[in-house]
């Protein structure tokens, strides 16, 4: 694997019209996190642009750049050279435009993705109508003369890292260096070009999954995104409702050419979960280009829909096709709350973005995402529909207390409803994942009255993107993505995307909030061991005979006596040079996971936001990484300290006492990293009782591509 950091892209390139918007030519890293590409008329009418994640490395200011005036079939040669931070456009051999960037250079390399015809997998927006001649990447920034010497389909002066010519009717690099090519969406070689058809259609060269799961210890007793589910990213629970005698999950995955879906999991117990055909995806002649996080709600009628945000759309719905919520219907007014253009009414007043739609009394009310207060802090703003067509905006749904979070928060992902006598906002923020509020419904003024703010994950977890739904019983569960630590390349060679455990939300009689797994799990245990009272010196690190640590639950009850920190260390080596520790502080009144010591990988590292390391080629490119996750937990004298914490491949997830829970995902090196060991430090402790069980997995069956009648 070779590091690609000074590059030059260069296309024989022939655009099939010149008012195409966004459509990426080139695209090297390949995902919205991280690429760099050949891009035309995205931020400016017929100019060629180069494109980046999120527009680092992008100059904005292009309105005095030529304009492309190449007729239908022309071919127009693009070359982009990056060296440093400068960055350099030609056009036929001739200086196009030139800038030095703000950010740091990208750093790709030869195990990214490169996509030709799509700006980057998932942009929906992203595709490029017309035909490429020729496509390659250098690992060196070319200089005006030598690429003012390069030929179509002719190998002059330097050799290209990676070159497609498709003269011979095929996808591979004719260097060797990349994989074959595969095509998408109905794109095709013909004449010696690549075609495209600016909507769908794109060729993707990436990495074969080089690595077995069974190699990374994948988990077996949580959902998980199946390997042709791309890499999770996102891998957000949505469309979450319990209907016909059965729990369903719908959850995002991308499919091969990156468009964002909905897929679809369903069981009638938490333990016996069946995948069923795609509920959602962008189809031909659809308004919405992808499928974003949304909800499931029951209209006027008892039936149940889906609510999304529909990718370059807005707000979109649709109708539940059978008893089993296998077919969907879209509703032919989408996207009911319509994106606002410039002009149109709505635009600069509010935001469409993730939805929550629910039925308050004979009014569907509609949360629309992403939206801020005059203060800089986030809001949701409300819309109203008497029939889920006609739609009157209204005004900000919350407001709360500024000190409760921080200015760069967003509130994402919405999921509104009521336990007991309160209603919840479980939400994200994008700064810091999953979080939520608690207060009342004044559903007269259409405003929600937030009196308190919990977080559910903090710097360098993992927890991210619930969703939740009402069980037969009353019981709020809910599920989450847990995002992946591993690097961009490590996790397209396995895949990724993990659902959390289900949990069950309540609160105690004095209001507290309770966060405990779905009892349902304890089914799945297997052999009891059990260990009685053990004392716990400073400086112990007793290991547990006969107790592993891949497929486990513990459930552990100690006393923390005058010791500065007690716990546990879970996935340790047998000399400890790798161990994850967990932690109780009782005077810094902290739960920790200190992964300090948790993998000797090199491909492995803990930011935030949850999801940075999904744009990462390499986790030394990581500019804050976290040791520890600190959540606050405060345990009155004489309380003992209760933890149950599930171990599950690669997953981690401690719950404390019912009242905090912290969540970590684990890539230890070494095969033997197993041991779990009980701790104290600064003092001495007192295990009171403690009991592991193996844990049985799920039972799965992949019905998504059977025939009705046997599903």
Not at 320 to 330: H, M, N, S, V, Y
Request: aromatic share 10%; proline share 8%.
């Amino acid at each position: 694997m070779r590091n690609i950091t000074d590059k030059t892209l260069v296309a024989w390139v022939s655009p099939a019209n010149l008012t195409q918007r966004g459509g990426g030519v080139l695209s090297i890293g390949g995902t919205a996190t991280q690429f760099d590409a050949i891009v035309f008329g995205e931020l400016e009418p017929a100019r060629w642009m180069a494109g980046s994640s999120f527009f680092e490395r992008t100059h904005r200011a292009q309105a005095g750049w030529p304009e492309e005036s190449a007729g239908p079939g022309t071919p127009v040669q693009i070359a982009i050279v990056y060296r440093g931070r400068e960055v350099s456009l030609y056009r036929n051999g001739a200086p196009y435009a030139s800038y030095t960037m703000d950010a740091e250079p990208a750093t790709f390399t030869t195990d990214s993705l490169v996509v030709l015809g799509l700006r980057h997998l998932g942009a929906g927006n992203g595709y490029f109508a017309g035909g490429i001649d020729d496509a390659r990447i250098y690992d060196a920034a070319l200089d005006a003369e030598t690429i003012a010497s390069l030929r179509p389909n002719r190998l002059t002066g330097p050799k290209p890292l990676g070159w497609w010519s498709f003269e011979d009717g095929g996808t591979a690099d004719r260097m060797g260096v990349f994989p074959e090519g595969e095509l998408l969406g109905g794109a095709t070689v013909r004449g010696g070009k690549l075609i495209l058809d600016g909507v769908a259609g794109c060729m993707v060269v990436r990495q074969p999954k080089s690595v077995a799961r069974t190699e990374q210890g994948w988990p077996s007793y949580h959902i998980a995104a199946l390997e042709d589910e791309g890499m999770g990213l996102p891998y957000d629970a949505n469309g979450c409702i319990y209907w016909n005698g059965r729990y369903h999950l719908m959850y995002i995955f991308q499919r091969a050419d990156g468009a964002h879906c909905w897929g679809h999991v369903s069981s009638p117990d938490l333990l016996n979960w069946t995948y069923h055909p795609t509920a959602l995806e962008p189809r031909p002649g659809d308004p919405d280009r992808g499928i974003f996080s949304g909800n499931a709600f029951l209209n006027k009628d008892g039936r149940p829909m889906l609510c999304w945000f529909g990718i370059e759309a807005g707000v979109c719905v649709a109708t539940a096709a059978d008893g089993d919520l296998i077919r969907w219907d879209k509703h032919p007014a989408n996207p009911i709350v319509p994106i606002p253009k410039e002009g149109e009414p709505g635009y600069g007043v509010y935001t469409v973005w993730d939805p929550y739609l629910w039925l308050e009394g004979d009014t569907y009310m509609c949360l629309l995402g992403g939206n801020r207060l005059p203060s800089d802090r986030d809001t949701l703003y409300l819309c109203t529909s008497p029939d889920l067509v006609n739609w009157t905006p209204q005004h900000a749904f919350y407001e709360g207390d500024p000190a409760w979070r921080r200015p760069d928060e967003d509130c994402s992902c919405p999921d509104f409803f009521r336990v007991g006598d309160r209603h919840v906002l479980l939400c994200i923020s994008h700064a810091v994942g999953a979080r939520f509020y608690v207060g009342h419904l004044d559903a007269a003024k259409g405003i929600f009255l937030p009196q308190s703010h919990v977080r559910m994950n903090w710097p360098g977890g993992m927890f991210f993107a619930p969703e939740s739904l009402e069980a037969p019983d009353g019981r709020r569960l809910f599920w989450a993505w847990v995002t992946d630590p591993r690097i961009g390349p490590a996790q397209q060679g396995t895949g990724s995307g993990f659902q959390s455990l289900p949990r069950v939300l309540a609160f105690a009689v004095d209001g507290e909030p309770l966060i405990t797994p779905a009892r349902e799990l304890e089914a799945l245990r297997g052999e009891r061991v059990h260990r009685g009272r053990m004392a716990l010196a400073d400086g112990t690190d007793l290991e547990l005979p006969g107790v592993r640590a891949m497929h486990t639950e513990l459930a552990v009850e100690i006393e923390p006596g005058d010791a500065e920190a007690v716990g546990l260390k879970v996935r340790c080596a047998p000399d400890g040079s790798e161990e994850t520790g967990v932690w109780y502080l009782p005077r810094e009144k902290l739960l920790r996971i200190d992964m300090s010591r948790s993998t000797l990988r090199d491909d492995v590292v803990y930011g935030s936001p949850p999801f940075s390391s999904y744009g990462l080629q390499r986790a030394a490119d990581c500019a804050a990484p976290y040791r520890t996750v600190d959540a606050p937990l405060s345990l009155p004298e004489g309380e003992r300290l209760r933890l149950r914490v599930f171990l599950d491949g690669p997953m981690l997830e401690v719950f404390a006492n019912d009242r905090q829970c912290v969540t970590q995902v684990l890539y230890p090196r070494g095969e033997d990293t197993d041991r779990i060991r009980l701790c104290a430090r600064g003092g001495s402790a007192q295990v009171v009782t403690l009991d592991a069980w193996q844990m049985a997995p799920l039972r799965i069956v992949d019905a998504r591509h059977a025939a009705p009648d046997e599903r």
